[in-house]
């Protein structure tokens, strides 16, 4: 099937910041959109999102460069061919920019036209999104875990840690879970009220009071559990992702918001074992920085067998890094960000060298989101059994929520809740 025809355009994402779109046709008149979502705390390897720079337009971060990227150059190569695979298309436009980190073209542009022509594809072929990106005999749904307090970068609150999340893990269905999730959320909400601490919400929809402490953000937490008549641990369980890196000073970690203390990586391992002994977490993302390898060695060592240690800026969603990293005996998992590496193959072929070596993949959105459900289908479509979209609210984050309801519907059957089996260990 021949690409008819490309054209990209400039939007906004949910913080109001520029992104890319674009739109995509086949010769047999399958269209498809695609847009792309932008990170604030990112990983130092990430391939590279085109910005202008002109503090003219949206304070320098306008995308007309990456726009007139896909319009001027990428689209006189690929209109009029034809792309027997996804891979084929993707190896094109890798060739195209040249460079490691996708800095010629921009990952923006780039991950633009390999997600619309992967959902081009799947309308021509008149199958389902997610049948395109892994087709399976049986599929299974994911675990939302679903981040209800925001803090770090991601909120302006005196909280370190940037996100909290529950796991609504023991549920028949997805739709149960996202009704229990939303049942702690709602609680969460008014359980703030009536300490007198803010309801306001961060970049992914989850709650941002200023705190006595970290500590207090996991309590209260787990107070809305049980108040909404869950049992935690049981029945939801605490994921964690504070975003470590940013808080790497030196060799050492910083706490930038709630204090200026500094613990070593031996002082942050047993902040962590003493968290983990507390409190019921299944999933720990980013608990040392993606720079403090020897440090991740040994937390890996010393609690791989009894949660899912997820590595995100550490890995950037790259199979050479991953690689790398899986021969050091680092982690047990791989946060996975489309926008990280800039194609839906380099995507696949992280999570298949992940699923190669038992570790399990856990789909991400990033802060600065639209509403393209793409990774719902990236979610189910490779059995990744969990994944992570943001909070309670937020049209851009509640619409993966609800692709991932209709997906449910449309499979019956053929789909299974993951549950808590999603986490690695658990």
Sequence with gaps: ????????????????????????????????????????????????????????????????KAVANVNEIMAKEIKGKSFATQKDLDELLILMDGTEN???????????????????????????????LGHQDNYILPVPCMNVINGGRHADNNID?????????????FTEAIRMGEDVFHTLKSLLKSKNLSTGIGDEGG??????????????????????????????SI????????????????FFKSSQKEL?????????????????????????????WEGWKILTKEFS???????????????????EAI????????????????????????MALAKAHQYNCFVSHRSGETVDSFISDLTVGTNAGHLKTGSGCRGERIEKFNRLMRIERELGAKATFAGISAFKNK
């Design 1 to 64: 099937m021949k690409v008819r025809s490309i054209q990209a355009m400039e939007i906004l994402d949910s913080r109001g910041n520029p992104t890319v779109e674009v739109n995509l046709q086949l010769e047999d008149n399958s269209t498809a959109r695609a847009m792309v979502p932008s990170g604030a705390s990112t990983g130092e390897k990430e391939a590279v999102e085109l910005r202008d720079g002109d503090l003219g337009r949206y304070g320098g971060k306008g995308v007309l």
């Design 102 to 132: 996708k800095s010629n073209l921009g990952a923006n542009a780039i991950l633009g036209v390999s997600m619309a022509f992967a959902r081009a594809t799947a309308n021509s072929l008149d199958i389902p999104l997610y049948q395109y």
């Design 161 to 173: 840690f940037q996100e909290f999340m529950i796991a609504p893990h023991n549920a028949p269905t």
């Design 207 to 236: 709650f941002a009071p200023d705190l006595k402490s970290n500590e207090q953000a996991v309590e209260i937490i787990l107070e809305a559990i049980v108040k909404a008549g869950y049992k935690p641990g049981t029945d939801v």
């Design 239 to 254: 994921c964690l992702d504070p975003a470590s890196s940013e808080m790497w000073n030196n060799g050492k970690y910083r």
């Design 264 to 292: 070593s990586t031996d002082g942050m391992i047993r902040l962590w074992e003493k968290w983990i002994k507390e409190y019921p977490i299944v999933l720990l993302e980013d608990g040392l920085a993606e720079n403090d």
């Design 305 to 323: 067998n009894q949660l899912e240690l997820v590595g995100d800026d550490i890995f950037c969603t790259n199979a050479k890094i991953l690689a």
């Design 327 to 350: 021969k050091a005996g680092i982690a047990n998992s791989v946060l996975i960000k489309l926008n990280q590496i800039g194609t839906v193959t380099e995507t696949l072929d992280c």
